[in-house]
């Protein structure tokens, strides 16, 4: 069974500064899904990561999948409030098997 | 356009009592998921649809749950009975296709006392 682990748990910072968290799986991921989820929502998905060594970037925020496939980060420049929320990873499983197996999460607080 | 519906938003009823949960998903979307969210657990998949007809239930916890999808616009997940540890947040997704993104409702709370 493939286990997703998300890091921090929690991160409280002021608007204005940079923040990176990170998703570790204890096997190789099939694809990553990076998703953002506010307060009283469902998940809206941010991100799909396929290659190893890929890069995305989506306005303030940079996506990176580890080399191996087994990691990922989320990196966020300048902060504002608007992006607090909890981001979860889940890894795609390939072939026929379209199951979404989610990490539990970084519960991130922007501060004005 | 509207997203995934789903109702109840909440719900608190006793241990023991029946509870039906519903979602109609995107129009013209072939595919439906339903998700339980706990914070010890985050975020499972229970079961999924593909054209109204159930494809995997594996995640389904007990046979106390059921999850019907009678046609294209409409699905349940009915618990009965209900107990405390069903306590978390339900959420329903659908997609165009299985392989293509996931659009999530906004949950439906579920408190059972």
């Known amino acids: 069974t493939q286990l997703l682990e998300q890091s921090p748990q929690f991160l409280s910072i002021q608007e204005g500064e940079n923040l990176t968290v990170y998703c570790n799986s204890s096997?190789?991921?099939?694809?990553l899904q990076w998703y953002r989820q506010e307060p009283g929502e469902g998940p809206v998905l941010l991100v799909t990561?396929?290659?190893?060594?890929e890069v995305k970037k989506l306005k303030r925020l940079t996506f990176q999948f580890g080399d191996a496939r087994k990691d990922s980060s989320l990196h966020i420049t300048a902060a504002q409030p608007g992006d607090t929320g909890l981001y979860l990873c889940?890894?795609?499983?390939?072939?026929?098997?379209?199951?979404?197996?989610f990490g539990k999460g970084t519960l991130l607080t922007v501060n004005p | 356009d509207a997203g995934v519906i789903q109702s109840p938003r909440h719900e608190v009823t006793e241990m023991g009592q029946e509870v039906t949960l519903r979602c109609k998903p995107i129009?013209?979307?072939?595919?439906l998921f339903w998700y339980r969210q706990t914070m010890m657990r985050g975020l499972e998949l229970l079961i999924y649809?593909?054209?109204?007809?159930?494809?995997?239930d594996s995640g389904m916890p007990e046979d106390r749950f059921s999850a019907k999808m009678p046609n294209a616009s409409f699905s349940t997940l009915k618990i009965q009975p209900s107990e405390p540890r069903d306590s978390a947040v339900y959420f329903c997704?659908?997609?165009?296709?299985?392989?293509?993104?996931?659009?999530f409702g906004p949950g439906t709370r579920l408190t059972v006392l």
């Open positions: 990561v396929v290659t190893g060594g």
């Open positions: 096997s190789v991921f099939s694809s």
């Open positions: 649809f593909n054209n109204n007809v159930p494809i995997d």
């Open positions: 889940a890894d795609v499983a390939g072939g026929s098997n379209y199951k979404l197996t």
């Open positions: 997704a659908s997609s165009l296709r299985l392989d293509n993104e996931q659009f």
């Open positions: 129009s013209g979307h072939n595919s």
